[in-house]
């Protein structure tokens, strides 16, 4: 009897354990399990890293983050902070004693915290109504710099009698007069600018630095500790020209404001060399055109000298960090759809130092990362890829180590589909075009399957080969995916990128049909079922494709542009849109801006079309879906609008909103589908 228990038991084990191996499809709720890293910030001797894991609570629909520490070997790996808040933006005191950080743990208002390892407790120097921003370290490690909103009065010509007491009124008029008043994300604007501050590790009262009309950029500490540098425009016309910012000066003593840089162009990401007598910065020569590319430059701390170290890469140079030894400095790009970690001399001679970085957007998959420095030049960065969001990893003298896997629990037991890299040319001129072609889960050759064209925004932006939510969910509903980067995308030189230079959108049509014909050659696509989504700049393209061809048996236009005219006199960012990509205002150019408005072929649409927005989208405002929700239901095209209520154009607000998003595509792909 006991051997039969024992076969018994044995059988019943074997058996559970198969089943607990047993993988199946990803779900639209995984998104509430999916964590990444971000902000890996690396102790000045190298030997530790402090990181952000963020992380998803399904039942409050919130994003939450606690900051972890590990050795630079990977050992050790352990939290510092705990708990369902929002701890962010970790940064070394120059002795890596002390870690400066964000969090709202204590009372859901965003602080300003000193971490001490030593005694390992947490200390809160600020108790502002305001979040303070991004936060720097004194060389002497005893304070530190900030920015912070500091509300103003809100002027009014308005003369409204007073209402009796005890009556009631509706709220009073709100006036405004300028010409930035709103923000996606942010709403109506607060009357105020972001101001500099500077505390010591004692906390009390920060003191405020700066008091002009105009908001300033994170500081950095000269080497003496008795100024700042940071970058603002502080120009009188900067409503009119918000990308003519400067590298300024600020003088603790006296309170003085000298400007570093003049030129016509935005100049920022200050970065002060080992020695304290140079400082790198990120900017360009504006000419107005759609996409300029962003070099390195250095330059004295007090603005002579000026040179351009990344003239020959043609490719926007961001993120300056100094060798310890001041011979050159490390920066970040983008390149065929990877970020990299370059390195140039200060003789001018470039070279590339890590790939891979990425796995920050959860969504899509644009492709971003991040590094940080140490001493010794050890470079942590966030690690992405097709098979996982970002997780942590550390360069070392040549050698990449991956340092977390925070999605191996999940992925043990879910399929995800794989990617691959596909190249075509354009026919229109034979340009080459690169895309990824993302494939179902127990994906066969043999088998035909149903295609979405996933299209990207921007449109001066970059997919790459990235983890990305809503392609998998995609895929894991049995769709054949491909993405794609065509011209006037980011990370191939500002030629291609300017190719839809005041010509958007047009040819950039021909390079996604070619590469939906690309993929159809293998022979696994399902002719009869080709659907096609993007948003934003994707989602302009979605509705210009539709314009110009059935070839779609659905198709979902997220967040788009769909009249140029009421788009440009309606978004936030209204000095920018008609200046630089069009090169007059709608009353100038009336033709112009009509010729590429997908309003003015929606008389050819038949394919049935849905409308997806977030209602508090001020980028591509909901009134531009509902046009054009409005003349599809005029043209009797089958159509539908899905409103996303409380979302800004991100569509990120809280998890449930992406899965939402996900999940009202899939549903309105697979009704058509499955018609015949």
Do not use: C
């Not at 900051?67 to 808040?85: E, K």
């Not at 200390?123 to 991004?134: D, F, M, Y």
């Not at 790198?280 to 962003?294: I, L, M, N």
């Not at 470039?350 to 891979?356: A, C, N, P, Q």
Request: glycine share 10%; aromatic share 12%.
């Amino acid at each position: 009897m006991k051997k039969v228990l024992v076969f018994l038991f044995l059988s019943f084990g074997l058996y559970s354990l198969t089943i607990a191996q047993q993988k199946t499809n990803l779900e639209l709720t995984d998104l509430f399990d999916l964590e990444y890293v971000t902000s890996p910030s690396i102790s000045p001797d190298g030997s530790k890293i402090v990181y952000v894991r963020n992380f998803k609570d399904i039942m409050t629909d919130r994003d939450y983050s606690n900051l972890w520490i590990v050795n630079a070997d990977g050992t050790q790996n352990r939290p510092l902070t705990q708990g369902n808040q929002r701890d962010f933006g970790p940064v070394w005191s120059p002795d890596g004693g002390k870690i400066a950080y964000r969090s709202n743990a204590q009372d859901e208002r965003v602080k300003l915290f000193v971490f001490y390892l030593d005694t390992k407790e947490s200390v809160a120097l600020t108790n502002s109504a305001n979040a303070p921003g991004a936060v720097s370290w004194s060389a002497d490690g005893q304070q530190l710099a900030f920015t912070q909103f500091v509300p103003a009065p809100k002027k009014s010509m308005l003369s409204i009698p007073s209402k009796p007491q005890g009556a009631e009124w509706n709220e009073a008029p709100i006036f405004i007069d300028e010409l930035n008043y709103r923000g996606d994300g942010a709403g109506y604007l607060p009357s105020g600018n972001s101001q500099i501050f500077t505390i010591g590790l004692s906390g009390g009262t920060a003191r405020q630095r700066t008091f002009d009309n105009q908001n300033h950029g994170s500081p950095i500490w000269s080497a003496d500790g008795q100024s700042l540098f940071f970058s603002a425009n502080l120009h009188e016309n900067s409503e009119l020209e918000p990308a003519n910012s400067e590298i300024y000066q600020l003088d603790l003593a006296s309170g003085k404001i000298t400007a570093l840089t003049s030129r016509f162009g935005p100049d920022s990401n200050p970065s002060l060399s080992p020695d304290g007598k140079m400082i790198a910065y990120t900017g360009f020569d504006d000419s107005f055109q759609g996409y300029q590319v962003t070099h390195l430059y250095v330059m004295n701390t007090d603005g002579t000298g000026i040179k351009n170290l990344t003239a020959d890469l043609d490719r926007d140079a961001g993120n300056p960090q100094w060798e310890a030894n001041g011979q050159g400095i490390y920066f970040q790009y983008d390149e065929f759809g990877d970020t990299k970690v370059g390195y140039v001399a200060l003789t001018g001679k470039i070279r590339t130092v890590v790939e891979g970085l990425g796995g920050l957007d959860l969504g899509r998959p644009y492709n971003s990362g991040t590094y940080s420095l140490s001493s010794n030049n050890r470079i942590a960065y966030t690690l992405g890829g097709p098979e996982h969001p970002a997780d942590l990893a550390i360069w070392n003298g040549g050698t990449t180590t991956r340092l977390t896997a925070l999605n191996d629990d999940i992925f043990s037991y879910r399929k995800i589909g794989k990617t691959e890299e596909i190249w075509w040319e354009s026919s229109f001129d034979g340009r080459k075009v690169q895309g990824w072609i993302v494939t179902p889960p127990d994906f066969d050759p043999n088998k035909k399957y149903p295609f979405i064209l996933e299209i990207h925004g921007g449109p001066f932006a970059m997919y790459g080969p990235s983890f990305a939510y809503e392609i998998q969910a995609y895929a894991a509903a049995g769709y054949v995916v491909v993405y794609t980067n065509p011209r006037g995308s980011t990370g191939y030189g500002q030629e291609f990128g300017n190719l839809i230079h005041h010509d958007y959108p047009n040819h950039d049509y021909e390079d996604l049909m070619s590469g939906v014909d690309a993929v159809i050659e293998k022979g696994y696509i399902d002719t009869e079922n080709l659907f096609v989504t993007g948003g934003s700049g994707g989602g302009v393209l979605t509705a210009w494709i539709v314009g110009k061809t059935d070839r779609f048996k659905a198709a979902v236009v997220a967040k788009p542009v769909i009249n140029w005219t009421s788009f440009v006199l309606h978004a936030d960012g209204a000095a920018f849109f008609g200046k630089y990509w069009f090169g007059a205002m709608p009353w100038e150019d009336i033709e112009n801006y009509w010729r590429r408005s997908p309003l003015s072929l929606v008389g050819n649409v038949t394919t049935p079309t849905m409308l997806l927005t977030g209602e508090k989208d001020f980028r591509t405002p909901i009134s531009e879906s509902e046009q054009y929700y409005t003349a599809l239901k005029l043209q009797g095209v089958e159509s539908a609008m899905v409103r996303i209520p409380n979302a800004s154009h991100g569509l990120v607000n809280r998890p449930s909103m992406l899965m939402s998003k996900s999940a009202a595509i899939l549903s309105w792909f697979n009704h058509y589908r499955d018609q015949k």
